[in-house]
């Protein structure tokens, strides 16, 4: 079954790519990443295009970057989603995979978004328990650091740790081992399907809030580089 990825840039989507080379079932043949066109970062994880598109030349997979207006509306991401979605449709893709692993309501809207359009919504790591999930994310070989973390559960300290287990050991009480409930976002540096390591740099650490976040304490962002 012809397969898009929805690539977040992080752990879980690798880890999911690396679950679905080994079903026989799904062929994974392109990546889909949403950007913020206003800043040309990755939604959510504030990781800059560039770096993005180096992870899919290191994979040798081709990548589709649906490029967002800054805070849209329900409707609007819907809209640009649809039309992108329905382009793959157009070409012969059959589903859509998501690195998600046990928020049900997210589940739930996509798999009604993708079931108007044709698509099959699948999740290779569903109800996976997320301290097993690190532990195998370590032995693949999946190399991962943080860029990310809501400050309301995590200090600025965490970001640039690598994430293995003795990360997940170090975390707070209550805060889900993989960031499930958005705790921390990763990017991946090494796979075992990279055709070799990105390099990093560590840039400035930002604090930012969003528009309706209800606690006070905000988001702390590392900005990553490739080195040269």
Known sequence: METILNWSSGKDAALAYYTLQNDDRYNVSSLLTTVNQEKDRVVMHGVRKE???TQADRMNMPITTLELPPSPSHDVYSTYMSKTLTGFVDKGVEAAAFGDIFLEDLKKYREEQLSTIGLKAV???WKKDTRALISIIEEVGIDATVICVDGSVLGKEFLGRKVDRSFMNDLPEGVDPCGENGEFHSFVYYAPYFSSAIGLEKGEVVHTHYQNQ??????YFLDIYEQK
Do not use: M
């Open 51 to 53: 770096l993005l598109l």
């Open 123 to 125: 999740f290779p790591l």
């Open 214 to 219: 209800k606690d006070s304490a905000g988001f």
